[in-house]
Protein backbone atom coordinates (compact mmCIF):
# COMPACT_ATOMS: atom_id res chain seq x y z
CA UNK A 1 0.00 0.00 0.00
CA UNK A 2 1.42 3.18 -0.75
CA UNK A 3 0.80 7.06 0.83
CA UNK A 4 -0.04 9.43 -1.56
CA UNK A 5 -0.21 12.11 0.66
CA UNK A 6 -2.58 14.00 3.10
CA UNK A 7 -6.10 15.47 1.49
CA UNK A 8 -8.72 17.34 3.31
CA UNK A 9 -11.95 18.41 1.96
CA UNK A 10 -15.38 18.73 3.29
CA UNK A 11 -18.47 16.43 1.90
CA UNK A 12 -22.40 17.99 2.57
CA UNK A 13 -24.35 14.49 2.09
CA UNK A 14 -28.20 14.33 2.65
CA UNK A 15 -29.42 10.42 2.97
CA UNK A 16 -32.68 8.83 3.62
CA UNK A 17 -35.03 8.57 6.32
CA UNK A 18 -33.07 6.46 8.43
CA UNK A 19 -30.71 9.14 9.05
CA UNK A 20 -30.03 10.64 12.22
CA UNK A 21 -28.40 14.20 13.04
CA UNK A 22 -25.12 15.58 15.30
CA UNK A 23 -22.74 18.30 15.22
CA UNK A 24 -20.62 16.42 12.13
CA UNK A 25 -24.14 16.65 9.59
CA UNK A 26 -26.39 13.65 8.49
CA UNK A 27 -25.38 9.83 8.67
CA UNK A 28 -27.28 6.26 8.75
CA UNK A 29 -26.01 4.12 11.24
CA UNK A 30 -24.26 0.51 9.50
CA UNK A 31 -27.14 -1.43 11.10
CA UNK A 32 -29.72 0.47 8.92
CA UNK A 33 -28.44 0.05 5.67
CA UNK A 34 -29.67 -2.43 3.31
CA UNK A 35 -28.31 -6.07 3.24
CA UNK A 36 -26.89 -5.83 -0.43
CA UNK A 37 -25.43 -2.43 0.51
CA UNK A 38 -23.87 -3.75 4.31
CA UNK A 39 -22.48 -6.97 2.98
CA UNK A 40 -21.40 -5.75 -0.55
CA UNK A 41 -23.19 -8.24 -2.58
CA UNK A 42 -23.56 -5.52 -5.21
CA UNK A 43 -21.07 -6.28 -8.29
CA UNK A 44 -17.93 -4.58 -8.85
CA UNK A 45 -18.33 -1.06 -10.54
CA UNK A 46 -15.66 -1.17 -13.63
CA UNK A 47 -13.17 1.55 -13.30
CA UNK A 48 -10.55 3.79 -15.62
CA UNK A 49 -7.44 1.37 -16.23
CA UNK A 50 -9.56 -1.83 -15.60
CA UNK A 51 -9.03 -4.48 -18.27
CA UNK A 52 -13.04 -5.72 -19.57
CA UNK A 53 -12.98 -9.31 -21.00
CA UNK A 54 -16.10 -9.34 -23.82
CA UNK A 55 -17.06 -12.76 -25.10
CA UNK A 56 -19.58 -13.42 -27.21
CA UNK A 57 -20.58 -17.03 -27.39
CA UNK A 58 -20.06 -18.40 -30.74
CA UNK A 59 -18.63 -14.78 -32.04
CA UNK A 60 -14.95 -14.71 -31.33
CA UNK A 61 -14.77 -12.19 -34.24
CA UNK A 62 -16.93 -9.72 -31.77
CA UNK A 63 -15.31 -10.72 -29.07
CA UNK A 64 -12.55 -8.24 -27.63
CA UNK A 65 -10.42 -7.72 -24.13
CA UNK A 66 -10.16 -3.89 -23.89
CA UNK A 67 -8.44 -1.59 -21.19
CA UNK A 68 -11.04 1.07 -19.90
CA UNK A 69 -9.76 4.05 -21.22
CA UNK A 70 -9.23 7.63 -19.00
CA UNK A 71 -12.39 8.75 -20.70
CA UNK A 72 -14.51 5.74 -19.25
CA UNK A 73 -15.42 3.90 -22.86
CA UNK A 74 -14.01 0.70 -24.68
CA UNK A 75 -14.73 -0.16 -28.15
CA UNK A 76 -16.63 -3.07 -29.06
CA UNK A 77 -16.99 -4.53 -32.70
CA UNK A 78 -20.42 -3.76 -34.09
CA UNK A 79 -21.25 -1.71 -31.33
CA UNK A 80 -18.69 0.76 -31.48
CA UNK A 81 -17.70 2.64 -28.46
CA UNK A 82 -19.24 1.92 -24.73
CA UNK A 83 -19.69 3.74 -21.53
CA UNK A 84 -17.88 1.46 -19.25
CA UNK A 85 -16.98 3.24 -16.08
CA UNK A 86 -19.56 2.96 -13.56
CA UNK A 87 -21.33 0.12 -14.68
CA UNK A 88 -21.67 -3.71 -13.02
CA UNK A 89 -19.66 -6.33 -15.29
CA UNK A 90 -24.16 -7.34 -15.45
CA UNK A 91 -25.27 -4.18 -16.60
CA UNK A 92 -22.89 -3.31 -18.97
CA UNK A 93 -23.15 -7.46 -19.89
CA UNK A 94 -27.10 -6.35 -20.54
CA UNK A 95 -25.83 -3.20 -22.51
CA UNK A 96 -24.17 -5.51 -24.92
CA UNK A 97 -26.98 -7.37 -25.06
CA UNK A 98 -29.46 -5.43 -26.68
CA UNK A 99 -27.50 -3.82 -28.81
CA UNK A 100 -26.02 -6.20 -30.61
CA UNK A 101 -29.62 -7.87 -31.47
CA UNK A 102 -29.21 -5.68 -34.81
CA UNK A 103 -26.11 -8.19 -35.87
CA UNK A 104 -26.66 -11.39 -34.20
CA UNK A 105 -30.06 -13.54 -33.45
CA UNK A 106 -30.34 -13.81 -28.91
CA UNK A 107 -26.58 -13.29 -28.83
CA UNK A 108 -25.05 -14.26 -24.77
CA UNK A 109 -22.54 -12.18 -23.64
CA UNK A 110 -19.77 -12.80 -20.71
CA UNK A 111 -18.21 -9.88 -19.23
CA UNK A 112 -15.56 -10.42 -16.78
CA UNK A 113 -13.04 -7.68 -15.69
CA UNK A 114 -9.03 -8.86 -15.15
CA UNK A 115 -6.34 -6.91 -14.14
CA UNK A 116 -8.68 -4.61 -11.46
CA UNK A 117 -6.51 -1.44 -10.74
CA UNK A 118 -5.99 -0.19 -7.38
CA UNK A 119 -8.06 2.68 -5.76
CA UNK A 120 -7.52 5.63 -3.78
CA UNK A 121 -9.27 5.45 -0.19
CA UNK A 122 -8.83 8.50 1.98
CA UNK A 123 -8.50 8.64 5.64
CA UNK A 124 -9.12 11.74 7.58
CA UNK A 125 -9.34 12.60 11.68
CA UNK A 126 -8.45 10.66 14.73
CA UNK A 127 -6.25 8.17 12.61
CA UNK A 128 -2.27 7.66 13.48
CA UNK A 129 -1.49 8.31 9.89
CA UNK A 130 -4.11 10.32 7.84
CA UNK A 131 -3.68 10.71 4.19
CA UNK A 132 -4.76 8.84 1.06
CA UNK A 133 -4.03 5.33 -0.03
CA UNK A 134 -4.05 2.86 -3.14
CA UNK A 135 -5.56 -0.95 -1.80
CA UNK A 136 -7.45 -3.20 -3.32
CA UNK A 137 -10.89 -2.47 -4.64
CA UNK A 138 -13.32 -3.73 -1.73
CA UNK A 139 -10.96 -3.60 1.06
CA UNK A 140 -12.47 -4.12 4.58
CA UNK A 141 -12.88 -0.89 6.56
CA UNK A 142 -11.22 -2.85 9.54
CA UNK A 143 -8.11 -2.71 6.96
CA UNK A 144 -8.50 0.68 6.27
CA UNK A 145 -8.13 1.40 9.91
CA UNK A 146 -4.90 -0.38 10.36
CA UNK A 147 -3.19 1.26 7.62
CA UNK A 148 -3.78 4.60 9.13
CA UNK A 149 -2.08 2.94 11.82
CA UNK A 150 -5.33 3.01 14.31
CA UNK A 151 -7.15 5.56 16.00
CA UNK A 152 -5.21 8.09 18.49
CA UNK A 153 -5.78 8.35 21.95
CA UNK A 154 -8.20 11.41 21.62
CA UNK A 155 -10.75 9.62 18.70
CA UNK A 156 -14.46 9.02 19.39
CA UNK A 157 -15.02 5.30 19.60
CA UNK A 158 -18.74 5.71 18.63
CA UNK A 159 -18.19 8.01 15.97
CA UNK A 160 -16.53 6.45 12.10
CA UNK A 161 -17.39 6.97 9.10
CA UNK A 162 -17.29 5.78 5.45
CA UNK A 163 -18.49 8.88 3.68
CA UNK A 164 -19.41 7.68 -0.52
CA UNK A 165 -19.89 9.99 -3.29
CA UNK A 166 -21.36 8.06 -5.49
CA UNK A 167 -24.23 7.15 -4.33
CA UNK A 168 -24.34 9.43 -1.87
CA UNK A 169 -23.51 8.25 1.63
CA UNK A 170 -22.29 8.79 4.89
CA UNK A 171 -22.04 5.79 7.26
CA UNK A 172 -21.27 5.55 10.81
CA UNK A 173 -20.20 2.89 12.62
CA UNK A 174 -18.67 1.95 16.09
CA UNK A 175 -14.90 1.17 16.89
CA UNK A 176 -16.30 -1.81 18.86
CA UNK A 177 -18.70 -2.76 16.33
CA UNK A 178 -15.37 -2.59 13.27
CA UNK A 179 -13.03 -4.72 15.72
CA UNK A 180 -15.44 -7.28 16.81
CA UNK A 181 -16.98 -7.73 13.28
CA UNK A 182 -20.32 -7.45 14.48
CA UNK A 183 -22.82 -7.50 11.81
CA UNK A 184 -19.87 -7.68 9.56
CA UNK A 185 -19.15 -4.02 10.19
CA UNK A 186 -15.51 -4.66 9.70
CA UNK A 187 -16.09 -6.32 6.25
CA UNK A 188 -17.69 -3.40 5.17
CA UNK A 189 -16.41 -2.72 1.52
CA UNK A 190 -14.87 0.40 0.64
CA UNK A 191 -15.68 1.89 -3.22
CA UNK A 192 -13.21 4.03 -5.01
CA UNK A 193 -12.71 7.58 -3.55
CA UNK A 194 -14.57 6.71 -0.24
CA UNK A 195 -13.55 8.63 2.67
CA UNK A 196 -12.67 7.47 6.39
CA UNK A 197 -13.37 9.61 8.98
CA UNK A 198 -12.56 9.35 12.30
CA UNK A 199 -13.85 12.12 14.86
Request: hydrophobic share 40%; aromatic share 6%.
Amino acid sequence: MRLLGRTVFTVALCVSSVTGCSASGQYVWFTNLPREVANGTSDYLINVGDTVDVRVLGHEDVSVKEKVRVDGRIAVPLVGEVEARGKRPSALRAELEGRLKDFIVSPSITVNVMDVQLMTIILLGEVTHPGAFQVDPNVPLAHALALGGGLTEYASRDSIYVVRQQPHLRVRFTYQAVMRNEGRAGEFPLHPGDTVEVE
